[in-house]
């Protein structure tokens, strides 16, 4: 059996908890490996590598760490089929989606190629007579990533590229459902020149998770998950005296108005709420319908589905995978099973048709939800696409301002007073007017409001550099020895 380890220290260090977790191939439902989960003792070993790798690593010179992590995008670079198939193997997505993640990822590497102008303080001369003033920003120390499943390499790319090249050291902690890659993204990051011991994967559970928020050598954690777990993270993290910031679970709303392009709102729908199975925190998950355009937005979206291949994601051709998990896959279909008892329209039905092996659900379409249902209150995190029906544009933002999730939202209309109107109302983090899926570039920030994150802070772009140093004032004098007097009063600029 394939054993799946950690990265500590420049090189591969075997568990040896005696704890491990299986690895499935989600498509065919066989287990491809085991993965060794971190005992308190192993991530305290990464931890003191990341501690004892951390003073040289600070004091490396801007241009050293920009050229480490231009090095790592042209490995990444070179390397996106092979960090694709990897992924497809554990998590179960379509090679081309996986692509598409790797690339995403890079993105975030190449931000942080700019890191010499990124990381830039402020001057003021002569703040008061012969004073100047100035601000650096600082690395933080030993800093760790917790991340989900669904996006294996490029949440950690997200944390990790700028984590490093402010100047910390990283321990990241991946989802034990598909670990491998980031063992592979160790390998390409020691290649790249970074020093041992700034990067270190430790594979585990709630155990190494634990043990993170406690440790007293981690200063900061960036999580990434379901809301549940982020909120915990988030208050036992500052709790323990830590920075923290934990995004959480969603529940993305398209509000489709009536004068919309009702077809350009279909392919979009489909493409957001299935893709990737719908195991996106950007997924659309309920269409809001304006009255005028349901009937024949519901009947394009149906037709659509018809047309979407589902099968292995290395096969050619198809365009959705499987579920992560059987249990992922079981309680999908439970939502399914409910949504007529509570009143719903099963419109297309994933329980049917599926391939035998594997976790697979087809996409299923949903009509005439309500607000209540537990299929629309809930995170499915699945290819389950829910229609509610609405009067216009009121009702449409009062029902995504009602909800508890804020992560993304879209308005498809063709008036932009109404998209203007709706950006200025939506109590959302990330909105797109005509854009299904609006995932920041690199050089802005993700992430949600309420729900969906638990901290100030967003991830990646400027708030990924802000979160992972702190900011230090100088005031200086180089006092002309001619003019020195004791002075007791507070010190005053005119
Ligand atoms: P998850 O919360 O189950 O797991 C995330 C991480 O937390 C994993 O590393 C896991 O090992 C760890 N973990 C799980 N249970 C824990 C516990 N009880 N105590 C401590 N640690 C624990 O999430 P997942 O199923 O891997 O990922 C899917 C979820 O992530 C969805 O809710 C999705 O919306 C969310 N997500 C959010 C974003 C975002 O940017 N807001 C992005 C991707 C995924």
Redesign the pocket.
């Known amino acids: 059996m394939n054993r799946i380890n950690h990265w500590i220290d420049g090189k591969v260090v075997e568990s040896t908890s005696g704890n491990t977790s299986p690895v499935y191939d989600p498509a065919t439902g066989e287990q491809t490996a085991e993965v060794g989960l971190a005992s308190r003792a192993e991530v305290d070993a990464a931890v003191a590598a990341a501690k004892a790798a951390f003073p040289a690593w600070r004091a490396t010179s801007l241009s050293r760490r920009a050229e480490v992590m231009f090095r790592m995008r042209e490995l990444v670079d070179a390397n996106r089929k092979e960090i694709a198939s990897m992924l497809t193997a554990e998590h179960g997505k379509v090679l081309s989606d996986s692509m598409g993640e790797v690339a995403r990822g890079l993105e975030n590497i190449e931000y942080a190629c700019g890191i010499p102008q990124l990381i830039k303080g402020d001057y003021s001369e002569q703040a008061a007579s012969g004073v100047d003033v100035y601000s650096i920003r600082q690395p933080l120390g030993v800093v760790a990533g917790?991340?989900?499943?669904?996006?294996p390499a490029m949440?950690p790319m997200?944390m990790f590229a700028n984590a490093l090249a402010c100047g910390n050291t990283f321990v990241l902690?991946?989802?034990?459902?598909d670990p491998s890659v980031n063992m592979f993204v160790a390998e390409l990051l020691a290649q790249a020149g970074l020093p041992a011991g700034c990067f270190n994967v430790v594979q585990?559970?709630?155990v190494?998770?634990?043990r993170i928020?406690e440790h007293e050598d981690i200063t900061a954690v960036s999580?990434?998950?379901?809301?549940?777990?982020?909120k915990?993270?988030y208050e036992t993290g500052t709790g323990n005296g830590k920075r923290v910031q934990a995004?959480?679970?969603?529940k993305n709303h398209m509000l489709v108005l009536n004068d919309a392009d009702v077809g350009m709102a279909a392919d979009a729908a489909v493409g957001a709420a299935y893709g990737s199975a719908g195991?996106?925190?950007?997924a659309i998950s309920v269409v809001l319908a304006a009255d005028g355009i349901a009937d024949e937005l519901v009947a394009e979206i149906s037709e659509r589905i018809g047309d979407i291949k589902v099968g292995p994601g290395n096969e050619p051709g198809n365009d959705m995978g499987p579920l992560?998990t059987a249990e992922?896959r079981d309680r999908v279909r439970g939502y399914i099973d409910r949504a007529p008892e509570e009143g719903a329209t099963i419109v297309v039905d994933g329980r049917e048709g599926v391939p035998s092996d594997g976790y697979f659900v087809n996409p299923t379409l949903l009509d005439n939800v309500g607000t209540g249902m537990s299929c629309y209150t809930d995170?499915i995190?699945g290819p389950v696409l829910s229609v509610v029906r609405v009067s216009g544009y009121q009702q449409g933002i009062d029902v995504i301002n009602a909800n508890p999730y804020a992560?993304g939202t879209a308005i498809f209309t063709r008036d932009g007073g109404a998209a203007r109107q709706f950006q200025f109302d939506v109590q959302v983090g990330m909105v797109g007017v005509n854009v299904p899926v609006p995932v920041p570039v690199s050089y802005y920030s993700?992430?949600?409001w309420k729900a969906?994150?638990f901290g100030d802070t967003h991830?990646y772009g400027p708030e990924g550099i802000n979160f992972y140093t702190q900011g230090k004032v100088v005031t200086s004098r180089w006092p002309d020895p001619s003019t020195s007097t004791v002075d007791l009063g507070f010190p005053e600029t005119r």
Request: net charge negative; charged share 20%; proline share 6%.
């Open positions: 917790i991340t989900p499943f669904n996006f949440v997200w902690k991946p989802s034990e459902k585990g559970d709630k190494a998770v634990d928020l999580f990434v998950g379901s809301t549940p777990i982020a915990y993270i995004l959480g679970g969603a195991e996106r925190c950007m992560i992922s995170e995190f992560n993700f992430g949600g969906s994150l991830m």
